[in-house]
């Protein structure tokens, strides 16, 4: 299903393997190019502003072309309403044509076939609403399946993201399908999908026996936790329950189950924190961050505690408060959780600024380099220091 040589993608992983060394201070910088130099790769660029850069000019490239193709149809003998129906599989084929095409020609992660890849899946979402007449679920069905197809054969992560939001919004649009029954058990049936699913991506990452698709399943499963936790936050739930279901929250009401989803707003995020503390999971323990952050927003929303300046600075306290007795208590660890730079995502950035800091607290300047003595002492050949017997 992979179009890329597997013996080019194991060369991938060792050479970001050789990277993390590098970083790390385990190799030095010739070493991490002579592996470089002696390993096949792709047409890949790293840097996310060069790589940018060549997405714009793909997507230039990808406009060009279609533009022809449509000025082409328009002028024809095909009227154009008839063109203009079949107008986004003709170029939902292109993308998927130079997709093909860069893939073959080893560009990975470059930036243009970034650009075929994703226009392909945009038009295949125009396409079948233009067909369907907007029908919801079907746009959102076929969209998770061209984007999965596209993850499967070309590795793209962005492309398994427009799978889990696509993936999702089946969900979703299925259940309206059901009427006022289904969108009452939405949150929960979305929280209980999201679990499933979590679990699941979870098993795989453990059962994986290939590195492809593990930045993949990671993604994933990242969404899976972020899924789970607005299926049932009480903002997301009331405001969806007055959008769908008309539901007017009148002064000392509130919505059903209101208990649950209070506790489930605070409960969740905590419990994610725990976890990813207790794992060392680094992902989960910034959702769990945003999560808090969310949380609090969320009864900010309704009810007005105290003044905004107020909160504000209280928070700020707080946070100081954590942060700081925090950084004494872990300042000093050397293995578990630990405030020192972790060596493989090595970062210089806080100890140089100690460094500056304390330099500029204490007036200390660089160290000047001693001048060399005028006098110079022999090689001392024999019976002490300088003396070879000669003057």
Known sequence: MIVYDKNLLDNLALVEEANSLESAGFISKEQKNLIKKELPAFKRQSNMLVRLGFFLLGAFLYLSICGVIALIGLTGSTSEHNFFNICCYIFAAIGFAGAEFLANQKYYGHGLDDAFILGALLNVGFAIAITTEGYEIQVALFVAVASFFMYRRYLHLLSLLVFCIAAAGVLFFGMFEFGDTGKTILPFIAM?????????????????????????????????????????????????????????????????????????????????????????????????????????????????????????????????????????????????????????????????????????????????????SPMDFGGGGFSGGGSEGTF
């Open 192 to 372: 209980l999908a999201s679990a499933a699913f979590y679990f699941f991506t979870k098993r795989m990452l453990h059962k994986l026996t290939v590195n492809y698709y593990y930045n993949g399943l990671l993604l994933a499963n990242s969404f899976c936790l972020v899924l789970f936790y607005l299926s049932c936050n009480y903002l997301v739930v009331r405001e969806l329950s007055a959008e769908l279901l008309g539901n007017e929250v009148l002064p000392g009401q509130d919505i059903p189950f209101a208990i649950f989803f209070y506790a489930f707003t605070f409960i969740v995020p905590a419990v994610y924190l725990v976890q990813s503390l207790k794992t060392k999971d680094r992902i989960m323990l910034w959702i769990s961050f945003l999560a808090i952050g969310f949380s609090i927003y969320t009864i900010r929303f309704y009810y007005s505690v105290l003044p905004i300046e107020v909160a504000l600075t209280l928070g700020g306290l707080v946070l100081f408060a954590i942060a700081y007795f925090s950084i004494r208590k872990l300042k000093d660890n050397e293995v578990g959780l630990t405030f020192k730079p972790d060596r493989i995502n090595n970062s210089n950035a806080i100890l140089n600024a100690e460094a500056l800091i304390v330099a500029s607290t204490f007036g200390m300047k660089p160290e000047a380099k001693v001048p060399d």
